[in-house]
T-cell receptor, first 114, second 116 residues
Framework: GAVVSQHPSRVICKSGTSVKIECRSL??????MFWYRQFPKQSLMLMAT?????????EQGVEKDKFLINHASLTLSTLTVTSAHPEDSSFYIC??????????FGSGTRLTVV | AQTVTQSQPEMSVQEAETVTLSCTYD???????LFWYKQPPSRQMILVIR??????QNATENRFSVNFQKAAKSFSLKISDSQLGDAAMYFC?????????????FGKGTRLSVIA
């Protein structure tokens, strides 16, 4: 079946540094990738929608300059958390459309900023 | 904007028993899709079941079935013969039919515990 590989699964970084999270569709072309953030015991909150070859569309309240999304190819989308701070610590999940009404989720990245 | 409401933050069920998780949604659209996703402790999102709004017949997947009431905008999930592996967070989700770039809108989730 369709698989989205998300890396890293866990990352700890120092405050002020940047972290890149990758989501790669392994056996299909992901023209659209959705990035979600999930706080402990809470639901998934949509951060942005990215389409291959164009700028991402960010949800209201999401800082574009802090959460940089790149979708340069049909199989790879990246989320870079720039100048990370402890409040950016969270669980980040990507989700790709795979044709029809199907969605495939990455396994998530737990980011801890210390 | 569409909203999805799950009014049960937590539920519990005895192993082998049946449990129903509630979900209501608000939309002005006539064509859309509804989903139930399971998120176990690994946090991997797993599709449980999907319902197309234009279909009157309730979707069924093995022990999982839904009660889709379009007029009432209700979409409950019934889990029969509950197993320990069913313990997880369950999210109800809505997707508009409008365009291919439509994301899923999630409810707040219901944490299901299964008691042995």
């Amino acid at each position: 079946g369709a698989v989205v590989s998300q890396h890293p699964s866990r990352v700890i970084c120092k405050s002020g540094t940047s972290v890149k999270i990758e989501c790669r569709s392994l056996d299909f072309q992901a023209t659209t990738m959705f990035w979600y953030r999930q706080f402990p015991k809470q639901s998934l909150m949509l951060m942005a929608t990215s389409n291959e070859g164009s700028k991402a569309t960010y949800e209201q309240g999401v800082e574009k300059d802090k959460f940089l999304i790149n979708h340069a190819s049909l199989t790879l989308s990246t989320l870079t958390v720039t100048s990370a701070h402890p409040e950016d610590s969270s669980f980040y999940i990507c989700s790709a459309r795979r044709g029809g009404v199907g969605y495939t989720f990455g396994s998530g990245t737990r980011l801890t900023v210390v | 904007a569409q909203t999805v409401t799950q009014s049960q933050p937590e539920m519990s069920v005895q192993e082998a028993e049946t449990v129903t998780l509630s979900c209501t949604y608000d939309t002005s659209e006539s064509d859309y899709y509804l989903f139930w996703y399971k998120q176990p402790p690994s946090r991997q999102m797993i599709l449980v079941i999907r319902q197309e709004a234009y279909k009157q017949q309730n979707a069924t997947e093995n022990r999982f079935s839904v009660n889709f009431q379009k007029a009432a905008k209700s979409f409950s999930l019934k889990i029969s013969d509950s197993q320990l592996g069913d313990a997880a967070m369950y999210f109800c989700a809505y997707r508009s039919e409008n365009s291919g770039n439509t994301p899923l809108v999630f409810g707040k989730g219901t944490r299901l515990s299964v008691i042995a």
